[in-house]
């Protein structure tokens, strides 16, 4: 992890000017007497109001770290500007920790995924983000960035979408010819309606994919409804087949802990608290490295090269997988399935059945944050706000301002060079860009004004390269929100 030396303009700026100010009375006006009294009563937090002595009572500011939230950088800032905060806090867990790293430690333990996992299981995942506690946040906090985990979201569909409040229940809305809803029937709904039968459940993410839907509970249970196949829906004769119309719990995946689904056309997916990945169908050694069949309802783990790899983020396309890969010097992104189109962005169109790096980012020093796997394409957002794309270029999709047919390696979208983008979804044939500033960009396939253009814009005009949404920008409010923290 960077460690900056210079923290001012941050939070952590805040915590050492506190610290200073508190030294400085402290200077003026301690006594033997009163530093022996806090020394008795140093975990008291109400003595905190009669005496801010921190080198006596470092659990008053080891409060103030962990209240303040401060992300890993800041934390790591600390650490090299002030010897204070890098000296041991004797405190437990380990009385050699220094106060950021105990900080760190306390927000791991406020995360769902984080809290309940046994002392040989934390130091585990310790180290394999590195051997920190800054980086295991550093690891939790991408995933909380790049889908949501328990924050709120909405997730659009072709043909229903799923609403997850921050408290955890879910709404629905949409086509429901197969229960994809999970109300108990096979009814459209046109407005949202909450799924009752998971009261008392907290979900924390959601995956839409044709007819089905998958949801994420914070004790890591998954939940699934609609088509009961995880395959391709052509392969049952368009039918609907087996349906469940109300949330099932999975118990295929009994005893792993799962952070995120992801629904693909032929294959769904799913992303355990230990970075591991596993899959479901559309399997055989050239597809998804494993030998089962589009029937297939048992999770495959994915091992090969990603046995050392501790994976972040998980996004699947119609027919391939992103992966992003977490390391303590940043980000990597793998791929796998089917490569026509160069969407696995190698440079070629061959098929990969087992992830293989991307490695035009690692030559290039660019440093991804985030996945999105369209159906036919991708997209990658970068830390310096870039946006890159590749596969398959109908409609202009890929936002290069051409009609090439397809690019097979990640390229950077050019008519975004003056947006920082913090946010981007790719989607069938169109793509999303959400930048700091709120503002929305589209590009591809518009049809009936699906980009968010004027009615006096060209109607089913393909879009080149990236554009505003101006029926967004109309609104008197703000267009569109995201947590933009900087997490490397």
Request: charged share 20%.
């Amino acid at each position: 992890m960077e460690c900056p030396m210079d923290a001012t303009g941050s939070k952590a700026a805040l915590v050492i000017q506190f610290h200073t100010i508190v030294n400085d009375a402290s200077s003026r006006s301690s006594s033997p007497d009163r530093e022996a009294e806090g020394t008795k009563h140093h975990c008291s937090v109400n003595e905190a109001t009669e005496q801010f002595l921190l080198t006596v009572n470092p659990s008053v500011l080891l409060r103030v770290l962990s209240s303040c939230e401060l992300d890993p950088k800041d934390l790591a800032a600390l650490e090299a500007t002030c010897k204070f905060f890098r000296d041991p806090a004797n405190f437990p867990p380990d009385l050699a920790l220094s106060l950021p790293e105990l900080a760190a430690f306390d927000m791991c333990q406020e995360r769902a995924m984080f809290k309940p996992m046994k002392p040989k299981e934390k130091e585990w995942l310790k180290q394999r983000c590195g051997g920190s506690w800054k980086l295991v946040l550093r690891y939790i906090l991408v995933g909380e960035k790049n889908y949501r985990r328990e924050k709120s979201q909405v997730i659009a569909g072709p043909g229903h979408s799923i609403v997850v409040t921050a408290k955890g229940d879910v709404y629905s809305f949409g086509v429901n010819c197969s229960g994809q809803l999970g109300l108990g029937d096979r009814e459209n709904k046109f407005k949202p309606c909450l799924i009752s039968s998971l009261q008392g459940i907290r979900i924390t993410q959601a995956a839409v994919g044709l007819r089905r839907t998958m949801l994420v509970s914070d004790t890591g249970s998954v939940y699934t409804f609609g088509l009961d196949t995880f395959g391709w829906l052509d392969q049952y004769g368009g039918s609907n087949g087996n349906c469940v119309n109300s949330p099932k719990l999975l118990e295929s995946l009994k005893g792993v802990f799962v952070v995120q689904a992801s629904i693909g056309g032929y294959f769904s997916a799913v992303l355990s608290r230990e970075g591991r990945v596993y899959t479901f169908s559309w399997g055989r050694a050239e597809r998804l490295g494993h030998s089962s069949e589009l029937s297939d309802v048992e999770p495959r783990l994915l091992s090969g090269p990603l046995d050392d790899v501790l994976v972040a983020q998980i996004a699947a396309g119609n027919c391939y997988l992103l992966l992003l890969s977490y390391h303590p010097t940043g980000m990597s992104v793998y791929s796998l399935g089917c490569g026509l189109g160069g969407k696995l962005g190698h440079g070629n169109k061959d098929f990969e059945g087992v992830p293989k790096l991307i490695g035009h980012f690692q030559a290039f020093n660019i440093r991804p944050m985030s996945i999105s796997a369209g159906a036919w394409h991708a997209a990658v957002m970068c830390r310096d706000g870039r946006v890159f794309t590749w596969g398959w270029n109908s409609s202009g999709c890929l936002g290069h301002g051409d009609s090439e047919d397809c690019v097979t390696l990640p390229r950077a979208v050019e008519g975004l060079n003056n947006v920082k983008a913090v946010h981007v979804s790719a989607g069938e044939w169109c793509t999303f860009v959400v930048a700091d500033n709120g503002d929305v960009y589209s590009f591809g396939f518009r049809g009936s004004h699906n980009l968010g253009f004027q009615d006096n814009d060209a109607e089913n005009e393909d879009v080149l390269p990236p554009k505003p949404a101006t029926l967004l920008a109309d609104l008197n409010e703000s267009r569109a929100s995201f947590d933009d923290e900087d997490l490397s």
